[in-house]
């Protein structure tokens, strides 16, 4: 089996699109969660928080007839992934074109106003809002697609429409693509456009927070005081290649992918399991042949969800123990869903090779029903880590890890 490296890295949160911004942001512990006046119109819809991109504009930055067949979510991964290439030493290089270059790349959904079209069609019989590009916008591949179209991709297409799991399998799959001789460079994360429709489906089931006038208080990952997420957007690429090739074209290389582990609940669709969810962290161990003590860190999914908490905790307790350290990104930029697996891979891979953790942000009264961590909390930490692990849990019982190794 070949090893797969990192070579480029990108991304864009609303905290910012690049690493020195971005952990200026964590250092403060200051979050990018703000109340939505413009949300204020929904009625029945209790959170009015989120984590926006502001001044997201890329329409003078790429050609028009380029962007017909893009909404919102596909231009946040297509920017993305140009910073990454572009940090890669690939954007431009005919490798990108060779064939042996793929993509494998997620969102939750596509862009959702291109449904009202459709919605208008069905309910009232007129088809005055629909062309061409309406169900491209929409459907779930619609990332991965317009990537291979915007860059000119023509190898291994890999679709991951996964929820909170999209981005991290979108790595795990192209990591297992270059393993097996069936790609030598993969495009892979994900991506998600933050959309009212997001809010009210969590919402419905009473896990977002409603802290309206405090929104620089919540979300709370793993806090006693805690009361539901909150809704983000955001993209993150990384670009996957085999280590001989990467060598022999001179190219930077940031860490090493060396486990992917995934697992289903197989029992419910929105209650996390911690037994399965357990199983995909010794399965991404077990891939990467190594003993759970070697693990340094892990970056937790943390949604700041009653259940999803204790179940995540109860699950890494029991493959580390009390002793490992964690904390949750999401403090800070919101639940991204599509988007959260790529975010925090690249994100953690930054603070390895920096030996520097933040906190969780917010957390200061550890919930007794989750599990004993040992929780970065109240300051950053300083840790020299060799391997982490990264971990995603989505809608169906879809369990994702990640094991990274420094390089």
């Known amino acids: 089996m070949r090893r797969v490296v990192v070579t480029g890295m990108g991304g864009i949160t609303a905290l910012g699109d690049n690493w020195k911004t971005i952990r ?13 006046e413009e949300w204020d119109r929904f009625k029945g819809v209790n959170t009015r928080l989120a984590a926006p991109i502001l001044d997201f504009n890329i329409e003078d930055r790429y050609p028009r007839k ?15 992934t140009e910073r990454a290439l572009l940090d890669a030493g690939l954007l431009g290089s005919p490798l990108v074109q060779s064939g042996r270059m793929g993509v494998a790349y997620g969102s939750s959904f596509g862009s959702p106003d291109s449904v009202l079209g459709f919605y208008e069609l069905k309910m009232n019989g007129i088809s005055r809002n629909l062309s061409a590009t309406n169900y491209i916008r929409m459907m779930g591949q619609t990332t991965v697609v317009n990537l291979s179209v915007f860059f000119g991709i023509t190898g291994r297409i890999v679709p991951t429409s996964c929820a909170c799991a999209s981005g991290s399998m979108g790595i795990g799959s192209a990591f297992e693509a270059i393993r097996f001789n069936k790609a030598d ?3 892979a994360g994900g991506a998600e456009e933050l959309d009212i429709t997001d809010a009210a489906t969590f919402d419905t089931l009473f896990a977002t927070s409603t802290m309206n006038n405090t929104p620089d208080k919540t979300p709370r990952p793993f806090d006693r005081d805690r009361d539901g997420l909150v809704v983000g957007e955001g993209a993150g690429t990384l670009i996957l290649e085999e280590y001989e090739h990467a ?4 190219a930077n290389i940031y860490a090493e992918i060396v486990g992917y582990g995934c697992s289903a609940d197989g029992s419910h669709v929105t209650q996390p399991q911690a037994d399965t969810m357990s199983r995909a962290l010794m399965l991404g161990l077990q891939d990467a042949d190594l003993a759970p003590d070697v693990i340094g860190f892990v970056s937790a999914h943390g949604t700041a969800t009653e259940g999803g908490d204790i179940a995540e905790t109860a699950a890494t307790n029991a493959v580390f123990g009390s002793h490992i350290p964690v904390h949750s990104l999401k403090s800070y930029f919101g639940h991204t869903l599509g988007a959260c697996g790529s975010l925090e891979a690249w994100l953690s891979i930054e603070m390895m090779r920096e030996g520097w953790f933040c906190t969780t942000a917010n957390l200061d009264n550890v919930d007794k029903r989750c599990a004993p961590l040992d ?10 880590v060799d391997y982490l692990m990264s971990n995603n849990f989505a809608f169906g019982g879809v369990n994702t ?7």
């Open 24 to 36: 200026a942001a964590l250092e403060e512990q200051k979050t990018a969660i703000r109340y939505m």
């Open 66 to 80: 380029k962007l017909r067949s893009m909404g919102r979510v596909s231009c946040l991964a297509v920017y993305a």
């Open 185 to 187: 460079i993969m495009i």
């Open 247 to 250: 060598k022999a074209r001179g």
């Open 375 to 384: 929780y970065i909390m109240g300051e950053s930490r300083l840790l020299e």
């Open 401 to 407: 890890s990640l094991i990274i190794k420094k390089l």
